[in-house]
T-cell receptor, first 113, second 114 residues
Framework: ETGVTQSPTHLIKTRGQQVTLRCSSQSGHNTVSWYQQALGQGPQFIFQYYREEENGRGNFPPRFSGLQFPNYSSELNVNALELDDSALYLC????????????FGPGTRLTVL | AQSVTQLGSHVSVSEGALVLLRCNYSSSVPPYLFWYVQYPNQGLQLLLKYTTGATLVKGINGFEAEFKKSETSFHLTKPSAHMSDAAEYFCAVSNAGNNRKLIWGLGTSLAVNP
């Protein structure tokens, strides 16, 4: 059974650029959640995707957007990058029905200069 | 709205001593509660969870936690600390609703001294 994978591991961008982060969910999971974890902080919920549709969103601006594909993998897109977007971005997958545990990937470390 | 408070951003114990990491939650609906561990430069790993049923929950690596509704607490304990337990620990709460997003505490950094 393959766990949650994320790419790339590290990324450096400059202000104003756009970035796409990728996540492959664990086998059998159809729900993907994205979290932002700033240095020294707990994760903050960005949004969740279930069967290719957004299913809940945290307090993040519209320049944070996402996609989920038919194979349940997912992308997080961030436009017009700001310095405060520098963080570890975590993807978590879960089975939708009657299952509460979210399995996390190793994260993508984004640095915005 | 749900929230989580972790008391103590840094906890230091001696190897072999009791580990106690505190978590209090606020929730208007019956909560699902979780403890995750994060090692440096790694993602989050589930230690244990409470959803329904038995209030004393046993997890991996010898950790356990007890759900106390009257105290709105879900403290994490381990009888004897090991050097390998040094990590960041996060308590989280979720709803039983549609998206079950996790709401996180700020984390507690556990140091284990030889």
């Amino acid at each position: 059974e393959t766990g949650v994978t994320q790419s790339p591991t590290h990324l450096i961008k400059t202000r104003g650029q756009q970035v796409t982060l990728r996540c492959s969910s664990q086998s059998g999971h159809n729900t993907v959640s994205w979290y932002q974890q700033a240095l020294g902080q707990g994760p903050q919920f960005i949004f969740q995707y279930y069967r290719e549709e957004e299913n809940g969103r945290g307090n993040f601006p519209p320049r944070f957007s996402g996609l989920q594909f038919p194979n349940y993998s997912s992308e997080l897109n961030v436009n017009a990058l700001e310095l405060d977007d520098s963080a570890l971005y975590l993807c978590a997958s879960s089975a939708r029905v009657g299952y509460n545990e979210q399995f996390f990937g190793p994260g993508t470390r984004l640095t915005v200069l | 709205a749900q929230s989580v408070t972790q008391l103590g951003s840094h906890v230091s114990v001696s190897e072999g001593a009791l580990v106690l990491l505190r978590c209090n939650y606020s929730s208007s609906v019956p909560p699902y509660l979780f403890w995750y561990v994060q090692y440096p430069n790694q993602g989050l790993q589930l230690l244990l969870k409470y959803t329904t049923g038995a209030t004393l929950v046993k997890g991996i690596n010898g950790f356990e936690a007890e759900f106390k509704k009257s105290e709105t607490s879900f403290h994490l304990t381990k009888p004897s600390a090991h050097m390998s337990d040094a990590a960041e620990y996060f308590c989280a709460v979720s709803n039983a609703g549609n998206n079950r997003k996790l709401i996180w505490g700020l984390g507690t950094s556990l140091a284990v001294n030889p």
